[in-house]
């Protein structure tokens, strides 16, 4: 009896620490992501656009692997390029569906130039990032930034034209502050 007693004790001694294991195992996964919690709203807290900052990195499945700076930045970027390739097809699909010779096509083939431009500039930023050239990712995403404003300026230009209201300035205006936020936590990185 004593030995099946003993065995009992130790079944009971393995099963515990099983249980042990899994809550420890569970403790430091609330833990990291509080650390990547942490570590979005402190640096998300540095941009001007803080609940877009927020949502845009949230809203990428990679923001659950975050562990530093660095990586908040990739995320960053990566957000902002995927908005403007998307913002890029959705002005190819305008232009499809616009008389070839009116303003409006103009503009938007011009938006379409542009935004080929700006997300060649994110894309660019991938290795200058590595490299840690900050001033050459400045120069680029703040050119990117102004791609957006260009974009919008030219179906301003001629106010009184009923087809001069841009199709596209709340698109033009989130990527101008995913690139703003983006700027501001690579300074973090400085
Ligand atoms: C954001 O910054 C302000 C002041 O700079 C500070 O008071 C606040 O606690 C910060 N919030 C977070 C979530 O870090
Ligand atoms: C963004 O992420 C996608 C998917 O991982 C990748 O294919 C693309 O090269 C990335 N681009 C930039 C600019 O970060």
């Not at 079944?11 to 509080?34: K, N, P």
């Not at 807290?45 to 562990?67: E, G, K, L």
Request: aromatic share 8%.
């Amino acid at each position: 009896m004593a030995s099946s007693e003993a065995l009992m004790v130790v079944f009971w001694l393995i099963g515990s620490s099983f249980f042990l294991l899994g809550t420890s195992i569970r403790l430091a996964d609330d833990q990291d992501h509080r650390n990547e919690e942490d570590l979005v709203s402190a640096a998300c807290n540095r941009t001007f656009y803080i609940d877009i900052c927020v949502s845009s990195i949230r809203s990428d499945p990679r923001s659950s692997t975050i562990s530093d700076l660095k990586g908040l930045a990739d995320v960053a970027l990566n957000v902002t390029f995927v908005h403007g390739m998307e913002t890029l097809d959705y002005i190819k699909h305008l232009i499809s569906n616009s008389p070839a010779a009116s303003y409006r096509s103009g503009c938007l083939r011009d938006c379409a130039e542009v935004y080929a431009d700006a997300v060649q500039s994110l894309q660019d930023t991938v290795h200058l990032l590595r490299i840690r050239d900050f001033e050459k990712v400045n120069t680029l995403v703040s050119a990117a930034m102004t791609d957006s404003d260009t974009c919008e300026d030219g179906f301003n230009e001629v106010l009184d034209d009923a087809e001069g209201v841009s199709p596209l300035t709340q698109r033009n205006q989130y990527f101008s502050k995913l690139c703003s936020n983006f700027l501001a936590i690579t300074k973090l990185l400085f």
